[in-house]
């Protein structure tokens, strides 16, 4: 699958951050890990930490997939809103699924700074703005609910907004759980470090075959070599959908711009994060080295030669979009780009084991908190692995 088009900012900034080698001769394991993004670094950063002996291979180039595209926000915020992911899921679970983004948002902090190299982490506060009056009403109710569950936020009014922004709305949720990251760097990073605690990573790798069976699971690879494993994750992101009969996701493309790098690190309201109700929705982040990404403008198909053809006037409509609340702002693209994503019809990720695939197990992060997804992924996994229940296991899984 075409996941994006090229020159993706993050990609561009850093280059091949390492270098992995192909798979040269066959290999038994505990558990092998296909996909080498940023799902499949936490998955294996996670049983490294136990001392689970795992293998990690990539068709393409370490991180060079969706995860070098991705914007990486790190938000609680579900998609779906909390009011209706109830109808979805019930009151207990929906609730449950945004606390346990809240915790992951934490976690990824914790590894994020025991990590050695930066990786371009930064706690956020997070702006959810009214993108009409007509929105007002559901932002109350969003409040109210996420403030009952011990969410910490505040709803700011018209005169707030107006008082912190350039900008006007009709009303906003100012959250203090968000951050932002550079999601290839700390790929490269999780996988170095497990590295260390015997984790085997190949790249230019691809799977053509996969047998499961009683005992476990069988690869054989384009080279030829086969990884006999008890247990094989699927962390290939978009492209699992098709080792799935069931239809889980819609495809879409979306875009996304960075400016050149601003004098002032101080761009608007504490560089929060900023995101609006409208779908799709328009959001912003700064980076750490002062530049602005705005990404949106999505389209609901996924065509890669239509979308690439869209690529320049969807980074002109981002930019006009941005000018429009920050014309103070002389922002200049120096980066544009599109990546495929995918959303399930409730917002929430899929993970855990479905009949079809025995001895596997899926991780499947969508929507526009796939990282934070990732974390959940990688907790419940390895429990399961360990024979732990997790209590997100029931939320999360297929057969909801």
Known sequence: MDLRTESPFWLMRSGIVRSYPSIKHSFKTDVVIMGGGITGALIAYYLTQEGIPAIVVDKRKIGMGST????SLLQYEIDTHLSDLTKYVGVQKANKSYLLCVEAIHKIKQIALSLKKDVGFASRRSLYYASSSKDV???????????DIGIDLALLNKA???????FSAPAGLL???????DAYLFTHELLYTSMQQNLQVFDNTEVVAINTHKKGVSLQTNYGETIQAKKLIMACGYEAQGYLSKKIVDFNSSFAIVSE???????????CLIWETARPYLYMRTTSDNRVLVGGRDEPFYNPEKRDKLTSRKAKQLLNDFQKKFPNLDFRIDFSWAGTFAETKDGLPYIGEVSEWPNTYFALGFGGNGIVFSLLAAEIIRDRLMGKKNTGEDIFGFDR
């Open 68 to 71: 070098c595209a991705s914007t």
């Open 137 to 147: 009403q559901s932002l109350k109710t969003e409040y109210q609910l996420r403030k």
């Open 160 to 166: 707030d907004l107006t008082e912190l922004f350039p």
């Open 175 to 181: 959250s203090s759980a968000g951050a932002q990251i």
């Open 261 to 271: 790098p601003f004098e002032s690190d101080d761009l608007w309201f504490e560089n």
